[in-house]
């Protein structure tokens, strides 16, 4: 699986997620402007600069990829 970024994903960037920021706002994917790669971002920015990384099955399965076993979000 090559990297999932905006310029071969460019569908994803703003996407809402079912992950939520630790002041309950949703997060959203957002792009890295350094590399281009993606990471989640509270939807509440700037007020919440809140910032995680996108968990492996999340990306797995926004990529499309079958679900494995224990690797539930």
Request: charged share 25%; with cysteine; hydrophobic share 30%.
């Amino acid at each position: 699986m090559s990297k999932i970024t905006s310029l071969n994903h460019p569908e994803l960037v703003g996407k809402k997620v079912e992950k939520f920021c630790p002041d309950g706002h949703r997060y959203i994917i957002r792009v890295n402007r350094d590399d281009d790669s993606l990471f989640l971002g509270c939807s509440h920015y700037p007020d919440c600069r809140e910032t995680s990384e996108i968990p492996i099955s999340m990306l797995l399965k926004l990529a499309g990829a079958d679900q494995l076993p224990g690797m539930e979000s």
